[in-house]
C-alpha cells in the first residue's frame, strides 16, 4: 500500500464518518500558539477549538499534518524509526463523539481499511494513578473487549504512558494506543506492548481529553469532551509496505537511494554509512519543508533548529563523500516526492533551492577548516589516552571558526570523546558578558549614567503623536561630566514631543526656550517607558517652564519615510511572498533602509514592480490610522509583530487602509500623498540570508530621479544620442547582438574541429571506438559537450574526456547505446577513474560524470579508464 493511499484511506474514511478534511497547517505554529517554535503534534493547529476560544470550522475534522520535533535528533539515523519531519494523521471531535465512537472507528479503520488480522492488534489503556486519584480506564477496556479484542491483548499502562497533558496545568485525559504485533522474530514471547521492544509497534494513538488539571493537581471534568488521535504516516506506511525500517518506505527509500547513487555505497552496508543516509534523508524532508514555510537559517529560535538540521545533513555528506554541492539534489528530490500532495512546496522550489545553496557554500568553508582543527584535537587526545576534549578547544572552534558546538560533541562522541557542556556554557557566558560591557569605557559610564538620572526622577510623558509643540517644565537636569569626553546637559521634562529613539525610528531633534533663553535639542534617548533629552548648551533648571519645539521638516520626512517603510514592506511580501519579514530598519529624515528575509538578490523587474507599487498606494492617497487594542485582537486582525521587538498586552497598530496593518510605535503621516514620492535607491546583501534596500521619499526622491536623468543623458551621448538615449543603446545592443553571433560562430567551428581532431585521434577495440582524452577547463558541461560531439562523430563509440582546473578535476563519459550493449558503462568507467583523483561520481550507463581534488594524477585517471573500457570489451 502506498504511502498516497495510506493517506487517502484515513481522510477518506472520516469525511465519510461526518469530518471536514482540513490541509495540513504550517510547521510555523500561529501567534495563538507562542508556547513552542515549531508544529510538533497533529492537533497542535487546532488547540484555539479544544480551548473553546475559537469555534471550529465543524465539530469533527480530520487531517494530515506535518510536524517537525528534535527532541530525538541524536537518535536519528541510529534506529529504524526515528524521525524530525513526520506526517501524522488524525482525527478529532470538538465536544460531538467520544469513547465509544473513536474506538470502534479505529478497529472498523485498522480491519477494513487497512487490512490488518484483528488477531495480531493489541492495545493499551491507562491503568490510573493515586496522585490524579484515578482508577483504570474502565470504559476504554470495555469498549475494546466489545470490538473482539481478548483480556490477555488489553494491557494496562501507567500515567506515564498512557495519559496525555498538554502542560503543567491544562486539558488532558487518559489515552490508549493501538499496537501491531510483528512476531517473535522481533523479541520474545513475554514481550508486551510498552517495552523497550521492536516487536510490537505502536501506530495509532487515541486521546480521550476529559478533564481539566489545575495548579493544585486536582482534576475537573471538561465542560465537553474531545477526540484527538494520531496515526503516523512513516510507520503505518513501513507496516503496509512489508519493510523493516521508515527509511525503506516509498516516503524516504528514494532520498536514501539518491544517498547510493550519488556516494556509490549501499545502505546497510555498514553503521557510518546507514546512519548519514538516514540522516541527510529525513534532515532533507524536515529542511524543505521548513523553509517553504518560511523559516529561514538563523543563530536564533527556529531559524537554528534549520541550519542545525541543514548543517547536520552537509556533514553527513561529507561523511559519504559526496561531491559538493549535494543538498540541491536532496532537496529537489523531496520536492518531487512530496509536492503532489503538498504543492507549495514545488512553489517555493526557487527559495528552497537557493538558501539551501547558501548554507552549503557557506557551511562548507566552516567544514573545512573546522574538521581539520578538530581531528587535531582528537588525535591529541587520544595520544593522551583521555576520553575528552577541554571545552576551551571547543570554544576556540565555536568562537573563531564558526564551527557549531552540537556538531561538535555529535563527531566527538563517534571517537569515543566528550567535552565539559558546563565548561563551554561558562566561556560563552564569560563572551556574553564582554559583549554587553564591551563597549568604550566613556560610552558606557554615559549609557549608566542617562538610565540612572532618568530613575531618580518621574517619568516624562510623551505627547509627540498629537503635537510638535508643548509648554511644559523641565522635572530634572543634570550635567554629565567625566572620562575625558565633553559635558553633556541631560534633561527630562513633564510633557515631551519629542520621538526617543526605537523601533527603528531615529529620535526628533528641536529646541527648548525659556526666560529669553534657547537651546538645541540634540538627541532624545528611550528608557523602557520614559525619555530624556540631550542638550546642545545648558540645562534650565528643574521646575522652569519651557517651550519644547520639535523640528518640523525633519520630523515629516522622518514620518514620510516611516509609513513609506510600511509601505515597502508591503510590496516586498506582495510581490516575492509572505515569507519576507522585517530583519532590521533605520527610519532617518534623510533615507530609509530596510533588512529583510529572503534568500536572493531581487531581480530588477522585481525591484521595479515594488517601486512602482509603492507609488502607486502614495497616488491613491490612502488613509493612515494609528490604533490603540489589545495584542489579541491586533493579532486577530492580522497585524504584523516584528521579530525581535516586545511588545505589552496593549498595543499600537498602524493601519495604512487597504495595505497593511503593523504593530508600530513610530510617527507616520495621516495620508499616503503626503510620502509625495518613492524611489528604491540600492538593494544588497545585509547578512547571510537578509537582504537591505535603501530608499528615498519626498524632496530628496525627486533630486535622485534628476541626478538620474541627468546621468541618463550622459550615457545617451556617449552612444550617440544625448536626446534619445534608449535608441543609442538598441543601436548599441544590435552591435552587440552581431558580435555575440560571430563569437558564437567562431566557437562552434572551433568545438568541431576540436571534436574531429580528438575523433581522429581515438582508437578501435572490439568494433567500438574510444577515444580517452584530455580536455580543457574543469567544466563539466562542456566537456560533456564536446563529448558527444565525437560520439556523434563516431558513431558506435565511447568517449572518456577530463580536465582540471584551480586545485579540482572534471570528468565525463559519454557512450552510445550500442556501446552499451557490448558491456560498457559510462557510470563504472567514471567512477573508477574518480577514484584515483580522489573523488567520486556515478550518472547511467549512456552518460557519467565525476569529480576530484588531485589534478597530478587526471592522466593517471584516464589511464585507468582507457583501462576498464579494454577490460570490459575484452580487450
Not at 522622518?558 to 509572505?578: F, I, K, Q, S
Not at 530598519?585 to 529583510?596: C, G, T
Amino acid at each position: 500500500m502506498k504511502s498516497t493511499e495510506i493517506r487517502d484511506t484515513y481522510l477518506s474514511y472520516f469525511e465519510g464518518k461526518g469530518h471536514l478534511r482540513r490541509q495540513s497547517a504550517s510547521l510555523v505554529p500561529s501567534v495563538d500558539d507562542p508556547s513552542v517554535l515549531l508544529t510538533t503534534a497533529g492537533m497542535q493547529p487546532f488547540q484555539p477549538f479544544f480551548r473553546g476560544i475559537e469555534e471550529p470550522p465543524g465539530p469533527r475534522l480530520t487531517s494530515c499534518q506535518r510536524c517537525f520535533r528534535t527532541v530525538d535528533i541524536e537518535e536519528v539515523g541510529k534506529t529504524k524509526r526515528h524521525l524530525t519531519f513526520f506526517e501524522m494523521l488524525g482525527n478529532f471531535s470538538f465536544g460531538d463523539y467520544f469513547k465509544p465512537e473513536a474506538i470502534a472507528f479505529g478497529w472498523e479503520l485498522s480491519l477494513q481499511g487497512f487490512g490488518f488480522d484483528p488477531e495480531l492488534i493489541w492495545v493499551t489503556v491507562f491503568g490510573g494513578d493515586d496522585e490524579l486519584g484515578l482508577g483504570p480506564d474502565d470504559e476504554a477496556i470495555e469498549l475494546w473487549r466489545d470490538q473482539g479484542v481478548p483480556e490477555k491483548r488489553i494491557v494496562l499502562l501507567p500515567r506515564s504512558e498512557n495519559f496525555w497533558q498538554a502542560g503543567p496545568t491544562g486539558p488532558c485525559g487518559p489515552c490508549s494506543e493501538m499496537y501491531l504485533d510483528r512476531g517473535e522474530d522481533f523479541g520474545a514471547a513475554d514481550d508486551r506492548p510498552g517495552d523497550d521492544t521492536d516487536r510490537f509497534l505502536e501506530y495509532w494513538n487515541h486521546v480521550f481529553m476529559t478533564y481539566e488539571l489545575h495548579q493544585d493537581g486536582t482534576l475537573t471534568e471538561l465542560p465537553k469532551r474531545n477526540i484527538d488521535t494520531g496515526l503516523g504516516l512513516e510507520r503505518m506506511a513501513a507496516i503496509k509496505q512489508g519493510v523493516d525500517s521508515v527509511f525503506d518506505t516509498d516516503l524516504l527509500r528514494p532520498l536514501v537511494e539518491l544517498a547510493e547513487e550519488l556516494s556509490g555505497r549501499s545502505h546497510g552496508e555498514d553503521a557510518k554509512t546507514t546512519r548519514a543516509m538516514r540522516i541527510l534523508a529525513d534532515h532533507s524532508r524536515g529542511l524543505v519543508n521548513l523553509i517553504a514555510d518560511g523559516v529561514v537559517p538563523s543563530n536564533e529560535d527556529r531559524g537554528y533548529v534549520l541550519r542545525r538540521i541543514m548543517r547536520r545533513a552537509i556533514q553527513q555528506g561529507r561523511v559519504l563523500e559526496l561531491e559538493p554541492p549535494y543538498l540541491e539534489r536532496f532537496a529537489e528530490r523531496v520536492i518531487e516526492l512530496m509536492g503532489d500532495a503538498y504543492p507549495h512546496l514545488a512553489q517555493e522550489r526557487a527559495t528552497v533551492v537557493r538558501w539551501v545553496s547558501d548554507e552549503e557554500e557557506s557551511f562548507g568553508r566552516t567544514l573545512d577548516r573546522g574538521s581539520e582543527l578538530l581531528g587535531q584535537l582528537v588525535d591529541e587526545a587520544k595520544a593522551q589516552g583521555t576520553s575528552w576534549v577541554d571545552a576551551a578547544d571547543a570554544f576556540m572552534l565555536h568562537d573563531t571558526y564558526g564551527f557549531p558546538y552540537d556538531l561538535t560533541k555529535e563527531l566527538l562522541a563517534e571517537q569515543g570523546l566528550s567535552v565539559d557542556d558546563s565548561g563551554f556554557e561558562a566561556l560563552m557566558e564569560q563572551q556574553r558578558h564582554r559583549a554587553r560591557t564591551g563597549a568604550e569605557p566613556a560610552i558606557r559610564d554615559r549609557h549608566e549614567a542617562v538610565i540612572s538620572f532618568a530613575s531618580a526622577a518621574p517619568a516624562s510623558t510623551f505627547v509627540g503623536y498629537e503635537t510638535l509643540h508643548a509648554e511644559t517644565a523641565v522635572i530634572a537636569a543634570e550635567e554629565l561630566t567625566g572620562n575625558g569626553g565633553p559635558a553633556v546637559a541631560l534633561a527630562k521634562l513633564e510633557e515631551s514631543p519629542f520621538y526617543p529613539e526605537g523601533g527603528g525610528q531615529v529620535s526628533d531633534s528641536g529646541s527648548l526656550r525659556w526666560d529669553g533663553f534657547r537651546t538645541r535639542v540634540t538627541d532624545v534617548y528611550r528608557v523602557g517607558d520614559d525619555q530624556v533629552i540631550r542638550l546642545d548648551g545648558d540645562a534650565p533648571a528643574p521646575g522652569t517652564r519651557v517651550e519644547a519645539e520639535v523640528e518640523h521638516a525633519t520630523r515629516h520626512a522622518t514620518m514620510r519615510n516611516h509609513t513609506a517603510t510600511h509601505l515597502l514592506h508591503a510590496a516586498l511580501r506582495e510581490r516575492l511572498g509572505t515569507h519576507v519579514r522585517q530583519a532590521g530598519s533605520a527610519v532617518r529624515p534623510d533615507k530609509l533602509r530596510f533588512d529583510f528575509t529572503h534568500g536572493a538578490p531581487l531581480a530588477d523587474e522585481e525591484l521595479r514592480e515594488i517601486e512602482d507599487r509603492v507609488n502607486e498606494w502614495i497616488k491613491a492617497s490612502r488613509p493612515v490610522r494609528a490604533m490603540h487594542m489589545e495584542r489579541a485582537e491586533a493579532e486577530a486582525l492580522g497585524a504584523i509583530a516584528l521579530f525581535g521587538e516586545k511588545y505589552g498586552d496593549w498595543v499600537r497598530v498602524i493601519e495604512v487602509d487597504e495595505v497593511s496593518r503593523e504593530l508600530c510605535g513610530g510617527t507616520h503621516v495621516a495620508n499616503t500623498a503626503e510620502v509625495g514620492i518613492f524611489a528604491i535607491a540600492s538593494e544588497g546583501s545585509s547578512a547571510a540570508n537578509v537582504r537591505r534596500v535603501e530608499a528615498l521619499t519626498g524632496p530628496a526622491a525627486i533630486d535622485w530621479f534628476r541626478k538620474r536623468s541627468a546621468a541618463l543623458e550622459e550615457a545617451g551621448a556617449l552612444l550617440g544620442s544625448a536626446r534619445d538615449p534608449l535608441a543609442a543603446a538598441r543601436r548599441a545592443a544590435d552591435r552587440l547582438a552581431a558580435l555575440e553571433r560571430l563569437k558564437a560562430e567562431v566557437d562552434a567551428r572551433q568545438a568541431k574541429e576540436q571534436a574531429d581532431r580528438l575523433g581522429d585521434e581515438g582508437e578501435e577495440i572490439a568494433g567500438v571506438r574510444i577515444v580517452v582524452s584530455q580536455g580543457q577547463g574543469a567544466d563539466q558541461g562542456a566537456l560533456l559537450d564536446l563529448a558527444d560531439r565525437i560520439k556523434a562523430r563516431l558513431g558506435d563509440a565511447a568517449v572518456v574526456l577530463g580536465g582540471a582546473e584551480d586545485g579540482k578535476v572534471a570528468l565525463v563519459a559519454s557512450f552510445t547505446d550500442s556501446a552499451v550493449e557490448r558491456g560498457l558503462s559510462a557510470a563504472d568507467v567514471v567512477r573508477e577513474a574518480a577514484a584515483v583523483v580522489g573523488g567520486g561520481g556515478g550518472g547511467r550507463d549512456t552518460v557519467a560524470q565525476a569529480g576530484g581534488r588531485d589534478p597530478s594524477r587526471l592522466e593517471e585517471a584516464l589511464g585507468v579508464a582507457r583501462e576498464a573500457i579494454r577490460r570490459a570489451l575484452g580487450g
